[in-house]
């Protein structure tokens, strides 16, 4: 059985815990306390003690499953660490991990492990840059999960995993270590390095913020790619900042995205794609604003009678008003 290092760690208690610098990423593991049966099953956990209990879950063939017919099984908990030095990482929540070989045990791990993950950073001349691959799989969790014995204290990786090994873990509390950014980032200086390189706006304003000018440029960019969309400038210039504003590590693949955030898609209409179809759209847009227009002119046509009555009204005023003055004269002569 390969080790890869012995040291001691300390880990204070949750409450104790740094805060996370990335705490607005949404991490999908529960901070309640759950249970895992490799698939999809979730239930509250009881305390520890009731731990070998066995409990039932649903399968993913839909049969009911106790914890006890899993040959491997074991709690998991999961703590996030941004940089590999990191003693104080915080807790997502625990889980439990299960299967009937390794490989389903690393399916497993991975699981509750994919959604605390981030695109992989790696240091070339003490730089950080975005590695190719943007979303992680379950083929790189070696680079991004490690698994410690919390009564020996060592490390494993998912590849020194055994039979042996996951026997001797069995209902038992495991710390699993997920790595923000991969194992690459060793240092808390590596790490802030990729906040102000990677993860902070490219051309900041006083305030910090990213400036108008990109959303303008971006708005111009995803208006250009994604030519089965029509909306207003106001609408681009929302999804634009809406991605701006948005993690440096997510960007890329939100501009990617072949439609705008569900909370914006009101502003944005699919446009017509064969010649026939966007004929026809014209012609239903020409058909609606005639509409409206013969609406509007029988309005103007109303309002048009209703002044032409007025002026009937005051010109038979001046009339009467003319005739005052003659009526006086006469009554002056007799």
């Given at each position: 059985?390969?080790?890869l290092y012995?040291?001691e760690?300390?880990?204070?208690?949750?409450?104790?815990?740094?805060?996370?610098?990335?705490?607005?990423?949404?991490?999908?593991?529960?901070?309640?306390?759950?249970?895992?049966?490799?698939?999809?099953?979730?239930?509250?956990?009881?305390?520890?003690?009731?731990?070998?209990v066995?409990?039932?879950?649903s399968?993913?063939?839909?049969?009911?499953?106790?914890?006890?017919?899993?040959?491997?099984?074991?709690?998991?908990i999961?703590?996030?660490?941004?940089?590999?030095?990191?003693?104080?990482?915080?807790?997502?929540?625990?889980?439990?991990?299960?299967?009937?070989?390794?490989?389903?045990?690393?399916?497993?791990?991975?699981?509750?492990?994919?959604?605390?993950?981030?695109?992989?950073?790696?240091?070339?001349?003490?730089?950080?840059?975005?590695?190719?691959?943007i979303?992680?799989?379950i083929?790189?969790?070696?680079e991004?999960?490690?698994l410690?014995d919390?009564?020996?204290?060592?490390?494993?990786?998912?590849?020194v995993?055994?039979?042996?090994?996951?026997?001797?873990?069995?209902?038992?509390?495991?710390?699993?270590?997920?790595?923000?950014?991969?194992?690459?980032?060793?240092?808390?200086?590596?790490?802030?390095?990729?906040?102000?390189?990677?993860?902070?706006p490219?051309?900041?304003?006083?305030?910090?913020?990213?400036?108008?000018?990109?959303?303008?440029?971006?708005?111009?960019?995803?208006?250009?790619?994604?030519?089965?969309?029509e909306?207003?400038?106001?609408?681009?210039?929302?999804?634009?900042?809406?991605?701006?504003?948005?993690?440096?590590?997510?960007?890329?693949?939100?501009?990617?995205?072949?439609?705008?955030?569900?909370?914006?898609?009101?502003?944005?209409?699919?446009?017509?794609v064969?010649?026939?179809?966007?004929?026809?759209?014209v012609?239903?847009?020409?058909?609606?604003?005639?509409?409206?227009?013969?609406?509007?002119?029988?309005?103007?046509?109303?309002?048009?009678?209703?002044?032409?009555?007025g002026?009937?009204?005051?010109?038979?005023v001046?009339?009467?008003?003319?005739?005052?003055?003659d009526k006086?004269?006469?009554?002056?002569?007799i």
């Open positions: 059985m390969e080790e012995e040291y760690e300390y880990l204070d208690d949750e409450e104790e815990n740094d805060p996370d610098p990335l705490a607005g990423v949404n991490t999908g593991i529960d901070t309640r306390v759950f249970s895992f049966d490799g698939e999809l099953g979730l239930r509250p956990m009881t305390d520890d003690r009731e731990e070998d066995v409990s039932e879950v399968s993913g063939n839909g049969e009911e499953k106790s914890l006890g017919e899993f040959v491997f099984s074991f709690t998991g999961f703590c996030r660490r941004l940089y590999r030095s990191q003693q104080r990482p915080k807790e997502k929540g625990r889980a439990f991990v299960n299967g009937n070989s390794v490989d389903e045990v690393i399916e497993s791990i991975w699981a509750q492990s994919k959604d605390l993950v981030n695109r992989k950073v790696t240091f070339e001349n003490d730089v950080p840059s975005w590695a190719e691959k979303e992680p799989t083929e790189d969790i070696q991004f999960v490690q410690q919390e009564v020996k204290r060592k490390l494993y990786t998912t590849s995993l055994t039979p042996r090994l996951l026997r001797n873990w069995r209902n038992k509390c495991v710390k699993v270590f997920v790595y923000a950014f991969s194992t690459s980032v060793e240092t808390a200086g590596q790490y802030q390095q990729i906040s102000k390189k990677l993860l902070a490219a051309n900041p304003d006083r305030a910090g913020a990213h400036s108008t000018r990109d959303d303008a440029a971006l708005a111009d960019e995803l208006r250009r790619n994604h030519c089965h969309l909306g207003h400038q106001s609408s681009w210039l929302l999804w634009a900042n809406s991605i701006n504003s948005s993690p440096a590590h997510k960007q890329e693949a939100l501009k990617k995205a072949e439609s705008p955030p569900i909370e914006l898609s009101k502003y944005f209409r699919w446009s017509a064969s010649e026939a179809a966007r004929l026809q759209s012609h239903r847009g020409m058909v609606v604003a005639q509409t409206s227009n013969l609406a509007w002119c029988r309005e103007l046509d109303d309002l048009k009678t209703e002044v032409s009555l002026i009937s009204i005051f010109q038979g001046m009339r009467k008003l003319e005739a005052i003055p006086k004269y006469n009554t002056k002569t």
